[in-house]
């Protein structure tokens, strides 16, 4: 009588189904932005490297790479993240507003409140860019480019309810651009440690603040 083979059990760890490494291969880069990030807190860019984010994740220096082709690559999703986190802050306040006379006063608030609370944030968004070239930079992340835009987009958004028009003008991109420029001075000196007089940003904000809304107001059609 013949006997019927027994089919062969796998060894070993089940195949993966593609959903579940794709959400592997994300928590991986999250995982090592937040240990770059960690380092960049602690000592600023000279002690961000490929060799101690592995350490401080405890694998082989060679594991990251498998994940980001550099460490300006790491850099540059940082970047988004903050980016994202930022444009979120001003959409929040900005919707926020009862009035929508009152979200350009939200979103200016807000601005200033995300650059004061996270500093390491607000300097890594625009102090550590290393892709200049932005062919270059579209190559390397496509769509992840585009995230300064959409915060000035929200603050625009803000300035469109204000001076309550329907949509976007010239005159509301030069005024975005001027509140923008106006809001990030402040910012910076603050950071800076620049703003002199024994003046800071806390005691600065709202007369800033107001001098905007009054000078953005002018342009209001009566």
């Known amino acids: 009588m013949t006997e019927t083979a027994m ?3 796998r060894r070993g760890r089940p195949r993966a189904h593609s959903t579940a490494l794709a959400a592997d291969h994300d928590k991986t880069r999250q995982l090592i932005c937040g240990a770059a990030f960690d380092l960049y807190q602690a000592g600023g860019l000279p002690a961000v490297s490929i060799r101690d984010v592995a350490k401080r994740l405890g694998v082989s220096p060679m594991m990251p790479y498998r994940y980001f082709p550099s460490k300006d690559h790491i850099m540059q999703e940082m ?11 001003l959409r929040r306040a900005r919707l926020k507003a009862k009035r929508p006379e009152d979200s ?24 550590l860019w290393v892709f200049d070239n932005v062919s270059r930079a579209k190559q390397e992340f ?14 625009e958004a803000s300035i469109i309810s204000y001076l ?9 991109s030069v005024l975005t651009n001027l509140v923008w420029i106006s809001l990030h001075g402040a910012a910076t000196l603050h950071q800076a440690r620049k703003l002199v007089f024994f003046q800071n940003l806390k005691k600065l904000s709202r007369p800033l603040i107001n001098m905007l809304l009054a000078e953005v107001a002018k342009h209001r059609i009566k």
């Open 164 to 172: 309550r028009l329907e949509h976007s003008t010239e005159e509301t």
């Open 7 to 9: 089919p062969t059990k």
């Open 79 to 89: 970047r988004v993240v903050a980016f994202r986190q930022f444009t979120a802050s």
């Open 104 to 127: 350009l006063a939200y979103v200016c608030s807000a601005y200033l409140i995300f650059a004061a609370s996270k500093p390491h944030l607000y300097r890594l968004m625009f102090d």
């Open 142 to 155: 496509g769509e992840g480019v585009h995230w300064q835009p959409e915060s000035w987009r929200e603050i």
